[in-house]
């Protein structure tokens, strides 16, 4: 079944000069977000003695929490991207979940800490639909992957930036046994942290204002309904597609939220040394990963972009299994750390290949809602479960020091069935024609019925 890809031509001059604010401004709100949202990994230990959480109320915070309303506003914003409301979408986004930082800071309870997850989930839900958005508007031909691959290497970068940067500023806190802020008195390391968060992301909202975006006209009149139907219609290629996706990025997003837990029980680190080490190796492993897809995708014959995306997703899903039995089954602390370097490298390779392969099955008018839609369906599904079945295995099965054996497990419960599904997915997507993707148009009437 062949995709359509856009309506009218593509201007090869897009990225050009003028669109390098967009880059950057793209890049430092997805760094941004990726910061903020994995921060919490650091001071989970801190956390959980301070107020007497359990490992399931902690997946909870670093899961469920962040992606239930994360998952549900995403549409929306998608169907507001596509009638060219990025600008203001960013601009809201920062803001909202630059306060739920602050608030989570100041969080005295579980409830309220989780209320603290869901407005950072609502505040970073317009940033993947109206950076996408752009990306489709504004990347040249045959660019598009490495654009989608840059944009998911910001994210990686981001959770190394927090690891990093948040570690070596959570030991200097701890040496000072905490900060003093004015209305706000003394607070304790972890929490201090959380405030100091939210300084960067105050530039970050004043280069946002300042920025001319190109202008987007709207392709179509956006509906949400119009990209349901489109995923519908052609299911049985999304559909495997989505579930592949899902594996990895459940992998992905529980790797994340308890790894540097697992180091902190398992090697016996300190919640700042195992940010600081996970950060630095992240930096290496995870924009690897990423930029690799990207560059391979974009090298692919156009008619075989599509089922290669699949096959790499595939490729990923069966590599990330020795990789997590490596990294949690080895006792040396430095072969543990080349393990989780490496699977970092992989998951990361993953990222580009889902989301560029659902670029290429979509219409350039409905990539916003469908990303979206798309984004939000793999985030509910994986990022909400992964997280708090991990900490749920380990409250009920492992126990609280066997984090390594509940990873284990989890990978291989999700990996084999989505390794089958990209498989799947490759197959359905091969091409039935001998004209590519990009030589197929639809009329606008039909994409806004």
């Known amino acids: ?176 046994g905490g900060l003093w802020f004015p209305g706000l008195g003394g607070l304790p390391p972890w929490r201090a942290l959380f405030v100091l968060a939210c300084l960067p992301n105050l530039l970050l909202l004043l280069f946002a204002a300042s920025v001319r975006l190109p202008a987007t006209p709207p392709l179509a009149r956006a509906r949400l309904g119009t990209a349901f139907a489109w995923m ?86 069966v590599l990330a299994l020795p990789a997590v039995i490596v990294m949690t089954i080895v006792p040396d602390r430095a072969m543990s750390l080349a393990g989780f370097t490496l699977l970092t490298a992989i998951l990361g390779f993953t990222a580009p290949a889902a989301l560029s392969g659902v670029q290429w099955l979509t219409p350039i008018a409905l990539r916003g809602r469908v990303s979206a839609l798309f984004i939000a369906a793999v985030t509910l599904t994986a990022s909400g479960t992964g997280p708090p079945l991990l900490g749920l295995l380990a409250d009920t099965v492992y126990g609280a020091d066997q984090l390594g054996r509940a990873l284990i497990t989890l990978f291989l419960l999700v990996g084999g069935p989505g390794i089958l599904c990209a498989v799947r997915a490759a197959r359905r997507a091969a091409p039935r024609s001998p004209r590519t993707p990009e030589a197929v148009r639809v009329p606008a009437s039909r994409l806004s019925a």
């Not at 560059?295 to 692919?300: A, G, H, V």
């Open 232 to 317: 519908v219609r052609r299911r049985s290629i999304y559909l495997p597609h989505f579930a592949a996706s899902a594996a990895a990025v459940l992998m992905g997003r529980t790797l994340a939220a308890w790894g540097p837990t697992f180091y902190v029980r398992s090697h016996g680190m300190s919640p700042a040394e195992s940010g600081i080490t996970l950060g630095l190796l992240l930096l290496i492993g995870g924009p690897l990963g990423h930029v690799a897809a990207g560059l391979i995708l974009d090298r692919i014959d156009p008619r075989r972009r599509r089922p290669a995306a699949s096959w790499m997703l595939g490729l990923g899903l």
């Open 1 to 176: 079944m062949t995709a359509p890809d856009a309506v009218g031509p593509v201007d090869p001059q897009r990225m050009g000069r003028r669109t390098w604010p967009l880059v950057l401004l793209l890049t430092g709100a997805q760094l941004s977000a990726g910061s903020d949202r994995f921060l919490i990994t650091l001071v989970t230990t801190p956390a959980k003695q301070a107020l007497a959480l359990s490992d399931a109320q902690l997946g909870l915070l670093l899961g469920s929490a962040f992606v239930l309303l994360y998952a549900l506003t995403m549409p929306l914003l998608g169907t507001l991207a596509d009638r060219g409301h990025q600008r203001a979408i960013l601009l809201v986004s920062i803001a909202v979940w630059t306060l739920a930082t602050f608030g989570f800071g100041l969080a005295g309870s579980f409830a309220a800490l989780f209320l603290a997850r869901l407005a950072l989930g609502l505040g970073q839900a317009g940033v993947a639909p109206a950076a996408l958005s752009l990306i489709a508007h504004h990347s040249g031909r045959g660019r598009m992957a490495l654009a989608v691959s840059l944009f998911t290497a910001a994210g990686s970068l981001g959770q190394s930036f927090a690891l990093v940067s948040g570690g070596a500023l959570l030991a200097w806190l701890v040496a000072r």
